[in-house]
Each structure stands twice: as C-alpha cells, then as structure tokens.
C-alpha cells in the first residue's frame, strides 16, 4: 500500500540544528528503505528561503501499521525533528 507522509519539523530555534545532527543517520536509514524498496520518492520541505522545514514522503508498506512502526524508529523522531506527521493512503498513477 502506498502512503504521503508529511513530516514538519518543530519550529523553534535549535529545530535546524536537531535535524542536521541526525540527517547523516535518517538519510541512512531512507537509503534501507530503498533497498528494501519501501521508499518511492521524497525529499525535505523548504520555506520561502530555502531552509529545511519538513519532509515530504511516498513510500510503500504492506500497511499502515508497519510503517506508523517503521516511522517510530526514524531518527528525526528520537531527535524531535519531526513535530507533526501526517499520513494519507494515496494510490500512485502506474508509470510502466
């Protein structure tokens, strides 16, 4: 099953600094995912000045349970990167 999840970041001032701590380990952990060809397509979300402020994400799990579970361990979560996450089941237009 294919989801759109939209992670933003907190928003304070330490929060940029908190997501490039734990970007090197996420984008590992992104990289698995591809391997295991759960992850589609994504990337960060920039605001008006280009700065990292959220991701954006479509990846595909059997269900939404497993990923809600993949998604706890991601680093940005241990590392209150990411402040709100929400998930839509979505169905991809076939490109084959």
Do not use: C
Not at 58 to 64: E, G, H, N, T, Y
């Amino acid at each position: 099953m294919q989801f759109l999840v939209t992670a933003m970041d907190f928003t304070d001032s330490d929060a940029l600094a908190r997501r490039m701590q734990h970007r090197e380990t996420h984008l590992k952990n992104v990289s698995q995912m591809i391997a295991d060809g759960k992850f589609l397509m994504g990337g960060a979300i920039l605001d008006d000045d280009e700065a990292m402020i959220g991701s954006a994400l479509i990846l595909d799990f059997p269900d939404r349970q497993s990923l809600e579970e993949h998604l706890a361990k991601d680093p940005y979560i241990d590392g209150k990167v990411w402040d709100k996450i929400e998930i839509k089941a979505i169905k991809l237009v076939p490109t084959d």
